[in-house]
Nanobody
Framework: QVQLVESGGGLVQPGGSLKLSCAAS????????MRWYRQAPGKQRELVAT???????NYVDSVKGRFTISRDNAKNTVYLQMNSLKPEDTAVYYC?????????WGRGTQVTVST
């Protein structure tokens, strides 16, 4: 059974940091491209960061220099380190696994950046 379980979300003040984790199971994790998406209230889901099976990384412009995606294939886990958080980063963050026709989603974790 395929599972993607996000954790690490919460309430943080502007300028703070959070580290999201996504634990994967039920598929060959190391061969999948892993992504973090986010969806704010009333907005479309947005691709935030991608890490390929080979370790190449890409980010949406709004988080470059602040967020870092990484993966640990031994632990079947992908991470999103988020620094210098802004109120506009508030959203539900989703983990995604993609390899050709095989696409899996987690249920999301809420990140709220507010005073």
């Amino acid at each position: 059974q395929v599972q993607l379980v996000e954790s690490g979300g919460g309430l943080v003040q502007p300028g703070g940091s959070l580290k999201l984790s996504c634990a994967a199971s039920g598929f060959p994790f190391s061969s999948y491209e892993m992504r973090w998406y986010r969806q704010a209230p009333g907005k479309q889901r947005e691709l935030v960061a991608t890490i390929t099976s080979g370790g190449s990384k890409n980010y949406v412009d709004s988080v470059k220099g602040r967020f870092t995606i990484s993966r640990d294939n031994a632990k079947n886990t992908v991470y999103l380190q988020m620094n210098s958080l802004k109120p506009e980063d508030t959203a539900v963050y989703y983990c995604n696994a993609d390899r050709n026709i095989f696409i899996y989603w987690g249920r999301g974790t809420q990140v709220t950046v507010s005073t």
